[in-house]
């Protein structure tokens, strides 16, 4: 009996969905998901309100076509401010603190992750400057005009819906929030930034900022924006996803990074094209983007967790896939991340899938997903040998619950990686330096 799965058994075996290889990666809408993610974190972390980013990345857009700006240029403006506090949970995690009493981190972590996208020559300041002020009283201490004028957008928008809450802003109030920017021109606000948005700032405006119609209005705003599935920089976005992903909490600092580096290995095992390689690695570096929706004092709870707090961890998958649902053309990707708690006897979560329903993708992402949680040190388990992490994966796939197979390759594949972190994948098929 054949113990192990050969490419062309696994992929073509089990293609319980339609796999739909897009070339072509939609990353408007892949930035979105992230931002709608960072959203969930700054509610979290900073008690900020509803759909921050998105409001910012709105207002944005607005500004910077009152002054001109279109086609790439508004893009990398409107990407940043989506991205504008991405480096949150890095700089919590890393200064061991949960308030941000410093800005400065999170401004340079953050400007540095955006560097990997690939206009990363254009937008110098945009995130390091978005806590600046006119009078100087930023961060950095730079004055108006020392700072890009994306920047004084960006900064612009943040403090006031950090202030305002402008999702709640009533019409009737508008008057009065149009005084306060004139009266803080050339104060908190710069002329510039401060011209802009009261150009903007009107009724509509008011109304498109709402939570329920916030939505609708990034839709209508970020700029498309494609990139091929072999451009390096997808890679560099994806390992960039999983950082942040895994920054939300010191158990797992790892976990995600490390998943994405096994889901490369073990398609290169079974000769996965870069296409395919690319699509695999990308919904392994987003199967827990939902964690970033779950309360830190639940995920970073040193001791058992309640029944209820469990069932709290366990809703990380339903926002997964709510998070990556408008990444249309990208199912399969969005299957294979959503899929990773399912088990092929029913008894997974959250939709108790069986085997029909579980394609191979699917199945090797549960086995790689498990893998990483059984060997990684966890404040319940200390760090595991894959010799010691193996037998539980077989007891799982003896009692029905994954893929045999998979958890025989597995243990092949994965045997010279014992105690030791996989390394991210080489692009050897590209031929430009690493992000
Ligand atoms: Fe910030
Ligand atoms: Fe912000
Ligand atoms: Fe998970
Ligand atoms: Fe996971």
Known sequence: MLMYYTRSEAIVKYPSIKYNW???????????????????????????????????????????????MEGPELSRLVTCALLHDNALTESILENQHHEISDLKPHCIIGQQNVEILPFKKDIGGYILYHHERADGQGPFKLSEGYYPEAAQFIAAADMLDVERQLQRVMPEMLPELRQSIVNDTHHRFTGLASGALLSVLDEDMLASL?????????????????????????????????????????????????????????????????????????????????????PSEVLEKPGKLTDAEFEIIKTHIVHTRDLLKGLTGLENIVEWASNHHEKLDGSG??????????????????????????????????????????????????????????????????????????AAPVLTHLSIDKC
């Not at 992490?389 to 597995?410: F, Q, S, Y």
């Open 22 to 68: 897009n070339m072509i990666i939609q990353m408007d809408a892949l930035i979105q998901a992230l931002a709608q993610a960072l959203d969930m974190v700054e509610i979290s972390y900073l008690g900020a309100s509803t759909n921050h980013g998105k409001r910012i990345a709105v207002l944005c857009a607005a500004m910077g076509r009152h002054q001109g």
């Open 210 to 294: 709402r939570d329920d119609r916030i939505a609708e209005s990034v839709r209508l705003t970020v700029p498309a924006w494609t990139m091929n599935v072999d451009d390096p920089a997808l890679i560099c976005l994806a390992e960039l996803i999983a950082r942040i992903i895994d920054y939300k909490s010191n158990f797992t600092r790892i976990h995600t990074q490390q998943i994405a580096n096994r889901a490369w290995v073990m398609a290169e095992y079974y000769g996965y094209s870069i296409t395919e390689k690319t699509h695999f690695f990308l919904a392994a570096a987003l199967h827990d983007l939902g964690k970033l929706a779950i």
């Open 349 to 422: 979560y959250p939709l108790n899938k069986t085997a029909d329903n579980l394609d191979f993708n699917s199945r090797l992402m549960a086995g790689i997903d498990i893998y990483q949680a059984v060997s990684e040190e966890r404040p319940y388990h200390p760090r595991r040998s894959h010799e010691e992490t193996m037998p539980i994966l077989e007891n799982m796939a003896e009692r029905g619950g994954i893929d045999k197979k998979i958890v025989a390759d597995l243990s092949r594949v994965m045997a010279p990686y014992s105690g030791k972190d996989v």
